[in-house]
Nanobody, 126 residues
């Protein structure tokens, strides 16, 4: 049974930093992209960042320069380092894995993702 478990969320002041983790179990995802999405209250879930099978990274424009995605293939874990947090970053952050193997493009839609975690809440106070 595949599971993705996020951790690392919490309450932080604007300008602060957090590191989110996503631990995958049940199968290896070395040939798949691991990504992060977020959903703010009242809004749709949106793409944040992704790291593909070769380690290439992709970011939403709104987080470029502040967020860094990485992964540890041996641990089957992805990370999201979030710096210079803003109140508008407040959301539930979800980890997901792409159903496409060895995908090298930059298009990551919700329905491209096969497995999802339950999310971790990040709240940024002003």
């Amino acid at each position: 049974q595949v599971q993705l478990v996020e951790s690392g969320g919490g309450l932080v002041q604007a300008g602060g930093s957090l590191t989110l983790s996503c631990a995958a179990s049940g199968r290896a995802f070395t040939s798949n992209t691991m990504g992060w999405f977020r959903q703010a209250p009242g809004l749709e879930r949106e793409f944040v960042a992704a790291i593909n099978w070769s380690g290439r990274t992709y970011y939403a424009d709104s987080v470029k320069g502040r967020f860094t995605i990485s992964r540890d293939y041996a641990k089957n874990t992805a990370y999201l380092q979030i710096n210079s947090l803003k109140p508008e970053d407040t959301a539930v952050y979800y980890c997901a894995t792409d159903r496409r193997s060895y995908y090298s493009g930059s298009n990551y839609q919700l329905n491209d993702m096969e497995y999802w975690g339950k999310g971790t809440l990040v709240t940024v106070s002003s």
